[in-house]
T-cell receptor, first 115, second 111 residues
Framework: DSGVTQTPKHLITATGQRVTLRCSPRSGDLSVYWYQQSLDQGLQFLIQYYNGEERAKGNILERFSAQQFPDLHSELNLSSLELGDSALYFC??????????????FGEGSRLTVL | GENVEQHPSTLSVQEGDSAVIKCTYSDSASNYFPWYKQELGKGPQLIIDIRSNVGEKKDQRIAVTLNKTAKHFSLHITETQPEDSAVYFCAASEGADGLTFGKGTHLIIQP
């Protein structure tokens, strides 16, 4: 158990809809990262927050947004969903801000299926 | 931004043999190179990492080597066991962004 909690574990929705994925980081971790995992693209970095502030942005679509709340949990909002958005979405947390500062602890992921 | 290439995409070895997975990176500023193992239905988990000021690091049956000049690094697993079967990801970071991952290697240990 990594200590990172993601909900929901599975989500099935229709094209055009909007969903919210939630992540609770490990106790004490200030950084939260969101990654998208699809079969052909591996783990794609979407966005990082550190202590409530956006710190780094990767290949995140404009239809997607995220935020980190004062209690450090984070939410990833996916809107106007398309079939291609079907993937496993991982949240990871770490103590420090930089991607090179040490271990990322991953949750078990939220599997999104868009029909 | 950083680009990480990983080979092979699938590797099948006999139990007890060694396995080697190779990665190359593009950003010479990258200075941190971790390897993650992902078992079915789980999130990736760090198994070993190396920083750019070190050429090799070993932890029991696993080792990682780094060649900064050539911008490539490798994971070596010796005396493979059935529990080594998983997907392995290499990654690189220079600090400003999150980790950039390779596309993964599916390691299959044949009994």
């Amino acid at each position: 158990d990594s200590g990172v909690t993601q909900t929901p574990k599975h989500l099935i929705t229709a094209t055009g809809q909007r969903v919210t994925l939630r992540c609770s980081p490990r106790s004490g971790d200030l950084s939260v990262y969101w990654y998208q995992q699809s079969l052909d693209q591996g783990l794609q970095f979407l966005i990082q927050y550190y202590n409530g502030e956006e710190r780094a942005k990767g290949n995140i679509l404009e239809r997607f947004s995220a935020q980190q709340f004062p209690d450090l949990h984070s939410e990833l909002n996916l809107s106007s969903l398309e079939l291609g958005d079907s993937a496993l979405y991982f949240c990871a947390s770490s103590v420090a801000a930089g991607g090179n500062t040490g271990e990322l602890f991953f949750g078990e992921g939220s599997r999104l299926t868009v029909l | 931004g950083e680009n990480v290439e990983q080979h092979p995409s699938t590797l099948s070895v006999q139990e007890g043999d060694s396995a080697v997975i190779k990665c190359t990176y593009s950003d010479s500023a990258s200075n941190y190179f971790p390897w993650y193992k992902q078992e079915l239905g789980k999130g990736p988990q760090l198994i070993i990492d190396i920083r750019s000021n070190v050429g090799e690091k070993k932890d029991q049956r696993i080792a990682v080597t780094l060649n900064k000049t050539a911008k490539h690094f490798s994971l070596h697993i010796t005396e493979t066991q059935p529990e080594d079967s998983a997907v392995y990801f290499c990654a690189a970071s220079e600090g400003a962004d999150g980790l950039t991952f390779g596309k993964g290697t599916h390691l299959i240990i044949q009994p």
